[in-house]
């Protein structure tokens, strides 16, 4: 009898405990509800109109109203074990990861990338060492070139991005799909697949612009089905300008800037006419002049030098020569 009577008393002891715990669990929930309603409630204000970030802010609201505890673990600031994470390490899923910021920007982006990896171009999941592990989260997720390029122009050298691993495919996959997706280059080359972050592609909106000799367009054009549908408009640039007195006007404006701008001796009429002659020289047609800058920029640089050795205060036509 006795027995039957300490079990009764338990179990009535368990009902009360998990009520007592119910009505705690409600009260700190009202509590938190209370004072989490008025913030978010600004929010969904300041992001009127944008469903994603509104079914955002309701799963943030539902989490900060269920982890209400953790919140009053984290002000007591318990001590933790070192290969534990502190009190306060559960307000990380609360954070923003900003991929791309155009605060203060107008117009569309603009975007050149120098080195068109996998990585640099859709972006990369990166990882910390935590104890001889590799750990990762979603603020370890970094944007690529088409991330800022998004809505505007990505530039890219042609033969940089068929240099790259990878790059190339992933550059297409991410035109054709008209999103971008965040993933690993080698993924379907593992053998064992480990369980990691997947980020959802983002939409994509954009135009490429690819950098290259005429060889590379013809040998993509005749091997690659994809680029002759993704890269539909072909632009030639002349490596020659008809030889008229504006042009050599403007070869004389293009030495003075690049005298100005790296500190070189000023040309003098002479010289000037000796370039333009050359430039005529590098086209082989006494009616055209070269629009290759590039030898032009090495010539006026070669011809200050030569200046400055003879002591000139001008280079001269013989200083070109």
Known sequence: KLEEQVEATLRQLRQ??????????KLVSEVAASATRQLIRELRERFAGLDGVQRYLDEV?????????????????KPTLPFLPPPGAFLDRYRVNVLVDRSGEHGAPVVFE???????LVGRLEHRAHFGTL???????KAGALHRANGGYLILEAKDVFRSFHAWESLKKALKGRAVRIDEPLEEFRLVTTAGLAPEPIPLSLKVVLIGSPLYYYVLYNLDEDFR????VKVDFDDSLAR????????????????????LRPFGADAVAKLVEHGSRMTEHQGRLSSRLGALLDLVRD???????????????????
């Open 114 to 120: 120098q080195n068109p990896t996998h990585g640099n």
């Open 61 to 77: 609201e539902k989490d900060l109203i269920a982890h209400a505890e953790e919140f009053r673990g984290a002000e007591e600031g």
């Open 16 to 25: 009360h405990e998990r009520e007592a715990r119910e009505a705690h669990e």
């Open 244 to 263: 008229t007195p504006e042009s050599e006007q403007l070869y004389a404006r293009f030495v003075g800037s690049l005298c100005r701008e790296e500190g």
């Open 303 to 321: 011809a200050a030098f030569y200046a400055g050795q003879g002591g000139r205060a001008y280079v001269t036509a013989e200083d070109v020569s």
């Open 229 to 232: 549908e993704l890269f539909k």
């Open 135 to 141: 750990v990762t989260d979603f603020m370890l997720i």
